[in-house]
Every structure is written in C-alpha cells, then in structure tokens.
Nanobody, 124 residues
Framework: QVQLVESGGGLMQPGDSLRLSCTTS????????MGWFRQAPGKEREFVAA????????NYADSVKGRFTIFRDNAKNTVYLRMNSLKPEDTAVYYC?????????????????WGQGTQVTVSS
C-alpha cells in the first residue's frame, strides 16, 4: 500500500516560519509531480503548491505566493513546503499528494495518493 507521511506541523505565531515534509515508500516518487493542499475547518480542500517530477517547475496559490516554497529531494523520496511569514489564515490541515504523472496539477481530483495530513495552527 502506498503511503505518504507528512510531518512538521505545529502551533506557530504570526510571522513564524515552518517546514513541512512529506516522504513516501512503495511509490515511484521521482517520476511523479507532487502537491500540497490544505483544508481549514468548514472549508473545502484548497491547492497550496505543486512541483513537477524534477523540481524545475512549480506553481503556487496566490494566497501563498512569495511566502511558501515547495521543493523536493528525489534521492530522499521527500517533498517539502517551506512556509514563511505565517498568518492566522494559514491555519489548516496540510496534505501532501502525489500525481499519477510527472506534470503539475492544481485540482485535488487529479492526484492519486494522499497523506493523512499535518495540522498547522497560526495564532498569537
């Protein structure tokens, strides 16, 4: 069974930085595009960032552009989300997802595998 495991969430203050990690086993990681999504209470899951198979193409939601960075290390089967200048509205469960193919997508239904999520709370 394919597993994606997120880590790195926590309780943060506005303006803090945080790095989320997502690692996988039993998955051909290096050939797949990867994405990060988030879901706040009472809201639908929304796109945050995505990266293509080799990391030379990325895409970000407007709400995080300039503050968040997605990057990957294919040797470690890991994708990261660096989050700077955190805001209370960034509070959500963050999910890692893997595409069936190598190109970027921003819609959840275009992702084949999902992690269980990691909670990020930004509060003063």
């Amino acid at each position: 069974q394919v597993q994606l495991v997120e880590s790195g969430g926590g309780l943060m203050q506005p303006g803090d930085s945080l790095r989320l990690s997502c690692t996988t086993s039993r998955l051909t990681f290096s050939s797949r595009a990867m994405g990060w999504f988030r879901q706040a209470p009472g809201k639908e899951r929304e796109f945050v960032a995505a990266i293509n198979w080799n990391g030379d193409s990325t895409n970000y939601a407007d709400s995080v552009k300039g503050r968040f960075t997605i990057f990957r290390d294919n040797a470690k089967n890991t994708v990261y989300l660096r989050m700077n200048s955190l805001k209370p509205e960034d509070t959500a469960v963050y999910y890692c997802a893997a595409r069936p193919g190598s190109d970027i997508a921003t819609i959840p239904r275009n992702y084949a595998y999902w992690g269980q999520g990691t909670q990020v709370t930004v509060s003063s």
